[in-house]
């Protein structure tokens, strides 16, 4: 039965547009230029048409329309709205254009061909452009031209709002239709997500160069990507030299070191390792000190590199950079003469198997297997610790602290992989802590029920439900659920992944199952793990199965 079609609400979006205004009006007014103040003040003078309309040439591609492709039931006479924007200045009508200006930005190939003398009708549009004069005259159209003059306003709300271009209108939709439901958490006008128009310049300027890192960086050829390189930066580092403290907004700061890492790290790839180095020195986040030291080893800079590795193992700031750390130490010491044994792998239980493949995944024969050993078993992957933690400490993870919520649509603060994420959240987090040992897990299930199908960064609601929770109160004991969720706590980012395949239960116990299909092998967040419920002897092996 196909699914039914959902009707939105006319002129929905004009709404949805209103909300970025208003919380720009609201939160933000301080920060908006006296340009932006005038647009805001036309647009809210136009008619609901005119509104409309100029709402749809916002969110469609580009500067440049024509009008007999402007076609919308609920703005039924869009030449007379036109004129109306024509009047307001928020379109420009029936500008000067040229032959090549028109053919690039609105004609099709067909209209070229039908509209300009070309030399052949076979050559792709491109092609027909090159051959059309610059400076020929464009006669009358059989539509109008529509240039929209300041069509940066509406990334300018969108930053204001979401503090990203990733989100957009949409996410208001998807809230409307109930796909997507947000905590109702506490937004503090005082704290406001921005205190100065640089942070969201600086903002808007990383997220166009990290745009073009990705969507045109890697065509170029190697003399122009090294220039490239030294653009963009040269525009990372004006804009550093903007702040009297560059880290005062660490969203902006983090997002910035990024950039610089990213850069830094093509530098190194295309042999300059010494601009490579004056870069990653310049920045704390990771990899800057991994990157930094395996150069120095490199360039055989070994006390160097060794001063850098002794700061990573006594000061990691996460569990990779300290697994980094180790593994560079042993690379430092085979430099200085020194023979260093291989780390062995920790001893774990393995279990080889034969399965027919043919019909499923390797992990859900292996559940199949396991239940015909009497164990009730879950393939759920990493949603099971995570979907507890999540539980566990939900009103620490959407507690109202600074820099964490800047609108009503998110699904988990801005500093959740922040290092000072606990931290900030101390008394959150102790009050969680407390109320699970007073209650158990009534306390996880009381919240599953009141929170059920809204967003948390932990918890995967198609797969962690009161079946899967009951069976963790019955095998997994208050005190060892603690410290499983210790340890996600401890570097959100790095254990949120690599927990065991399957969680299989019986006899009042749990067990651990990481499974491996035919050529497959552990990698290293999953041997991390292994390492921990060892530690904290808990049932944990490995399964390895071939075709049978």
């Given amino acids: 039965m196909a699914s039914e079609k959902i009707e939105l609400p006319v002129g929905y979006y004009l709404e949805n547009f209103r909300r970025l205004v208003d919380h720009a009006q609201n939160n933000y007014s301080s920060l908006i230029t006296k340009q932006e103040t005038r647009w805001l003040a036309t647009f809210a003078s136009l008619s609901i048409q005119g509104q409309r309309l100029t709402v749809r040439l916002l969110t469609r591609k580009g500067v440049w329309f024509r009008s007999d492709k402007l076609i919308y039931r609920e703005i039924p006479n869009t030449e007379e709205t036109l004129k109306e924007l024509d009047n307001a200045e928020i379109v420009h009508l029936n500008p000067p254009l040229s032959a090549v200006e028109l053919g690039t930005q609105l004609l099709t190939k067909n209209e070229i061909i039908q509209r300009f003398p070309v030399s052949n009708k076979q050559l792709k549009k491109p092609q027909l452009i090159e051959e059309l004069c610059d400076t020929a005259q464009v006669h009358h159209c059989s539509f109008t031209i529509v240039q929209l003059i300041d069509n940066e306003i509406l990334d300018t709300l969108l930053l204001l709002f979401f503090a990203n271009y990733h989100q957009d209108q949409s996410q208001f939709i998807l809230e409307d239709l109930g796909v997507h439901k947000f905590e109702n958490y506490t937004l503090d006008e005082r704290n406001r997500f921005y205190q100065h128009r640089q942070q969201l310049e600086s903002l808007r300027l990383f997220s166009q160069l990290t745009d073009d890192y990705y969507n045109r960086y890697r065509s170029l050829p190697k003399d122009d990507k090294i220039g490239a390189l030294e653009h963009w930066y040269s525009l990372i580092d004006n804009d550093r030299k903007q702040y009297a403290d560059p ?47 395996r150069i120095l080893l490199q360039q055989e800079h070994v006390d160097e590199a060794s001063m850098i590795i002794n700061e990573m193992l006594e000061h990691p700031l996460s569990i990779e950079e300290q697994e980094v750390a180790q593994r560079l130490l042993t690379k430092q010491l085979r430099a200085q003469g020194e023979k260093v044994p291989r780390t062995s792998k920790p001893k774990v239980a393995e279990d080889f198997i034969q399965l027919d493949l043919s019909t499923q995944r390797v992990e859900l024969a292996a559940a199949d297997y396991y239940r015909a050993q009497g164990f009730k078993v879950y393939y759920v992957e990493n949603a099971f610790l995570c979907g ?132 497959d092998k552990l990698q290293d967040n999953q041997w991390r793990w292994i390492k921990h419920f060892q530690s904290l002897q808990l049932p944990i092996r490995v399964c390895y199965v071939n075709h049978q």
């Fill in 247 to 293: 880290s005062a907004h660490s969203y902006t700061h983090t997002k910035r070191q990024s950039l610089v890492n990213l850069i830094a790290r093509d530098f190194e790839r295309l042999g300059m390792h010494d601009k490579a180095l004056e870069l990653f020195n310049s920045t704390e986040l990771p990899p800057s000190r991994e990157r930094r030291a």
């Fill in 388 to 519: 507890l933690f999540g539980l566990l400490y939900w009103d620490a993870i959407f507690a109202a602290v600074d820099g964490a919520f800047i609108n009503a649509y998110q699904a988990q603060p801005k500093n959740l992989y922040s290092s000072k994420f606990a931290l900030l959240r101390q008394v959150e987090l102790n009050r969680c802590r407390e109320q699970f040992e007073q209650q158990g897990y009534a306390f996880l299930s009381n919240t599953l029920q009141k929170k059920q199908d809204i967003l948390n960064p932990f918890v995967y609601w198609s797969l962690f439900d009161q079946e899967l929770l009951s069976q963790a109160e019955q095998c997994i004991p208050p005190d060892t659920l603690l410290q499983l969720t210790d340890i996600i706590l401890s570097d959100r980012k790095a254990y949120r992944a690599g927990m065991p395949d399957l969680v299989a239960f019986r006899d009042g116990q749990t067990f651990w199952i990481e499974v491996k299909g035919p050529g």
